[in-house]
C-alpha cells in the first residue's frame, strides 16, 4: 500500500473530504441510503488509516469500500458496474512510488 498516495487522493479540499457519496436523483429513492452509509462509515476508515500512516487499516477500509459500492450497486439494479481493487496504475505517464527522504 502506498500511503504517500492515498493520503494525497483522501485528505485535499473538496469532494471526498465530506465523507459523503451522491447519488443521482433517479437512485434516491431506491433504498441504497444504507450502502452508501456503509461506503461514507469505509472512507472516514480510509481517511483515518492513511493519517495514522496504518497500510494494514487501510487496506481493510479500501475492502469494506469496495464490497459497499458493489452492494448498493446490486440494490440499484446496476450491478454490472463492479468495483475492484486497481491492477494498473491511474495515470500510465506517472509513478507512485513513495520518497525515500
Same mark, same amino acid.
Given at each position: ?13 473538496? @469532494? ?21 452509509? @456503509? ?39 446496476? @450491478? ?18 513513495? @520518497?525515500?527522504?
Amino acid at each position: 500500500v502506498n500511503l504517500p498516495f492515498f493520503t494525497a487522493l483522501l485528505l485535499p479540499s473538496g @469532494s471526498h473530504t465530506t465523507g459523503k457519496l451522491a447519488l443521482t436523483p433517479d437512485q434516491s429513492d431506491g433504498g441504497t441510503s444504507e450502502f452508501v452509509t @456503509s461506503a461514507d462509515r469505509a472512507l472516514v476508515r480510509m481517511r483515518e488509516a492513511a493519517k495514522q500512516k496504518d497500510a494494514a487499516g487501510l487496506q481493510s477500509a479500501f475492502s469494506d469500500l469496495t464490497t459497499a459500492c458493489n452492494t448498493c450497486h446490486t440494490a440499484g439494479g446496476v @450491478s454490472f458496474i463492479r468495483i475492484q481493487t486497481p491492477t494498473t496504475l491511474p495515470f500510465t505517464n506517472q509513478h507512485f512510488q513513495p @520518497s525515500t527522504r
